[in-house]
């Protein structure tokens, strides 16, 4: 069964320290791994696809890496806008989108 | 580009009345859509995913006849609620495949906040 575990449950930050956020996954050919950004009370927002180990994506803050096991999401710098529910997905043959719990992350000045 | 949009955002009824949900993708046609329930502070749980044209399949627990889907046109999915309780009190998010970025990508609406009182 495919399964997709996010550490930590919450992350808090002082705005311009660093972090990584994880997402560790198990499925049944994985065809695609994806990070969306969830504000309170909306739908996620899409942020990136990584398709295979070793790849990297990046956008603003947010760099995106990928491995057989797990992906991090590294914010860089952080600013309070920042702020919000980071969540990891992944779709298999199983012609699913599987989510994680998510990592609710708050940047504090 | 691929913006989906929902309605209503938030919609309050009288536990047995009927709710329907509108999802359409504005600027990309989405043959497949995909409807999701979240209960405060958990992730997305899958209810059903909608091919245009044809029935909806529903993930195991999701009562069909409750959660009626229509996928109508490439543009437009609907959910509706049937005979709602207090305990269907949910945000739903639906979510469509675009092709326009990678094979798999799916973009989400903005949620529909569903009180039964």
């Known amino acids: 069964e495919d399964q997709v575990t996010q550490s930590p449950e919450a992350l808090r930050l002082q705005e311009g320290e660093s972090s990584s956020l994880n997402c560790s996954y198990t499925v049944s050919g994985l065809r695609g791994l994806f990070w969306y950004r969830q504000d309170p009370g909306k739908g996620p927002e899409f942020l990136f696809t990584l398709y295979s180990a070793g790849e990297e994506k990046e956008k603003e803050r947010l760099k995106a890496t990928l491995t057989k096991k797990e992906s991090f999401l590294h914010i860089t710098a952080p600013k309070p806008e920042d702020s919000a529910t980071y969540l990891c997905?992944?779709?298999?043959?199983?012609?699913?989108?599987?989510f994680g719990t998510g990592t609710r992350l708050q940047v504090f000045p | 580009g691929a913006v989906v949009s929902q309605h209503p955002s938030r919609v309050i009824c009288k536990s047995g009345t009927s709710v329907k949900i509108e999802c359409r993708s504005l600027d990309f046609q989405a043959t497949t859509m995909f409807w999701y329930r979240q209960f405060p502070k958990k992730s997305l749980m899958l209810m059903a995913t909608?091919?245009?044209?044809?029935?909806?399949?529903?993930e195991q627990g999701v009562e069909k006849d409750k959660f009626l889907i229509n996928h109508a046109s490439l543009t437009l999915s609907t959910l509706t609620v049937t005979s709602a309780h207090p305990e269907d009190s949910s945000f739903y998010i639906c979510?469509?495949?675009?092709?326009?970025?990678?094979?798999?990508?799916?973009?989400f609406g903005p949620g529909t906040r569903l009180t039964v009182t």
């Open positions: 909608s091919n245009e044209g044809s029935k909806a399949t529903y």
């Open positions: 979510s469509a495949r675009s092709l326009i970025g990678g094979p798999y990508e799916q973009y």
């Open positions: 997905a992944v779709f298999s043959n199983t012609d699913k989108l599987i």
